[in-house]
C-alpha cells in the first residue's frame, strides 16, 4: 500500500474482472437455458397427448398394424387382433365388429368411428 491506494499483489491483477466476466457467462448461460425450457414446456403443452396427432381417416380393411396404433387407445397387441382379424375375415363389413368382445371391445366401434373412413355398405 503506497499512498493510501492498495494494488494487487503481483500477477493477479486482472483476477477480479476474470471472475466477473465468468459469473457474467453463467448468468447468461442460465438466462438463455431457461428461456428454451420455458419455450419447450409451452410447445409441449400445445401438443395433443401421444405427440402424434392422427389427421386422417384410415381405411379399417387396409391399414397395417403401425397405422392403427396412432388411433386412441389401440395399442401394438390390440391393432395386431385387429389385422388378424380382418385377414381371417376377409376384410370388415361394418365398423360395428370392432365391438367384438374378441378384437376392441364393446362401444370400440362409435369411440373409434372418426378415425377410420366409412366401409362400404355399412349403415353409419
Known amino acids: 500500500m503506497a499512498d493510501g491506494i492498495e494494488t494487487a ?11 466477473t466476466a465468468v459469473a457474467a457467462l453463467a448468468l447468461t448461460a442460465l438466462a438463455v437455458l431457461g428461456f428454451l425450457w420455458i419455450r419447450e414446456q409451452r410447445r409441449a403443452a ?4 401421444g405427440g402424434t396427432e392422427l389427421r386422417l381417416r384410415l381405411d379399417l380393411n387396409a ?15 390390440r391393432a395386431e387382433r385387429v389385422v388378424e382379424a380382418r385377414r381371417r375375415r376377409g376384410g370388415f363389413r361394418r365398423l360395428a365388429e370392432l365391438d367384438e ?7 370400440a366401434a362409435e369411440r373409434l368411428a372418426p ?3 366409412p366401409l362400404p355398405g355399412d349403415p353409419r
Open 115 to 117: 378415425y377410420f373412413q
Open 63 to 77: 391399414a397395417g398394424v403401425a397405422e392403427l396404433q396412432l388411433v386412441p387407445g389401440v395399442g401394438a397387441s
Open 101 to 107: 368382445p374378441a378384437l376392441l371391445g364393446p362401444g
Open 46 to 49: 400445445a401438443e395433443p397427448p
Open 9 to 19: 499483489p503481483p500477477g493477479r491483477e486482472g483476477l477480479h474482472s476474470g471472475w
